[in-house]
T-cell receptor, first 117, second 113 residues
Framework: NAGVMQNPRHLVRRRGQEARLRCSPV?????VYWYRQLPEEGLKFMVY????????ESGMPKERFSAEFPKEGPSILRIQQVVRGDSAAYFC???????????????FGPGTRLLVL | KNEVEQSPQNLTAQEGEFITINCSYS?????LHWLQQHPGGGIVSLFM???GKKKHGRLIATINIQEKHSSLHITASHPRDSAVYIC???????????????FGKGTKLSVKP
């Protein structure tokens, strides 16, 4: 049973380009979370998605960042017009469900390390 | 003040030592996670707990909800335990979707042979 897959593992972009980060959750998991880890800082929540729905995007910058989790295919975190400050490790996690009154373990992917030149 | 505080920030131990990493938080929570991040960067979930104590191999995690405090213990530490250990809490979120993880800054553990 494959775990959470993220690709690419490393991504280099020049300022102004677009970055697309992909996350395939554990098979059967319908909930995806994106987190960002800036250099020398802790992880920060960005966005929580279910299939075809954004549930909570309170941690995501209002401009240039967007996320989707389509019915088919991986979840995508998209960063338009990247700047140097976007350089970070981006982690995806998935969980099977968020049933009421039940908290599920989140399974983390290996991360994508984005470097903006 | 961060909502999740870990101590110590850095910890160096000799192989075989008993290790304790502490986590204090200031919000009401549904659950608390302990995560391990290896030098290569990948993150592994070690424990999720909302009360009491859990044990897995040489790792033990405890939580005291009243005191808003959790500890991660490693018995008979080994160099392969060298990693960053991260505490994360899932805050209670009334009236909406459940909250999402708030992370401590991590404790960097180095175990010397």
């Amino acid at each position: 049973n494959a775990g959470v897959m993220q690709n690419p593992r490393h991504l280099v972009r020049r300022r102004g380009q677009e970055a697309r980060l992909r996350c395939s959750p554990v098979k059967g998991h319908s909930h995806v979370y994106w987190y960002r880890q800036l250099p020398e800082e802790g992880l920060k929540f960005m966005v929580y998605l279910q299939k075809e729905n954004i549930i909570d995007e309170s941690g995501m910058p209002k401009e240039r960042f967007s996320a989707e989790f389509p019915k088919e295919g991986p979840s995508i975190l998209r960063i338009q017009q990247v700047v140097r400050g976007d350089s970070a490790a981006y982690f995806c996690a998935s969980s099977p469900s968020r049933r009421k009154a039940r908290v599920e373990t989140q399974y983390f992917g290996p991360g994508t390390r984005l470097l903006v030149l | 003040k961060n909502e999740v505080e870990q101590s110590p920030q850095n910890l160096t131990a000799q192989e075989g030592e008993f290790i304790t990493i502490n986590c204090s938080y200031s919000v009401g929570i549904s659950a608390l996670h302990w995560l391990q991040q290896h030098p290569g960067g990948g993150i592994v979930s070690l424990f999720m707990l909302s009360s009491g104590k859990k044990k897995h191999g040489r790792l033990i995690a405890t939580i005291n909800i009243q005191e808003k405090h959790s500890s991660l213990h490693i018995t008979a530490s080994h160099p392969r335990d060298s990693a960053v250990y991260i505490c994360a809490v899932l805050p209670l979120n009334y009236g909406g979707s459940q909250g999402n993880l708030i992370f401590g800054k991590g404790t960097k553990l180095s175990v010397k042979p």
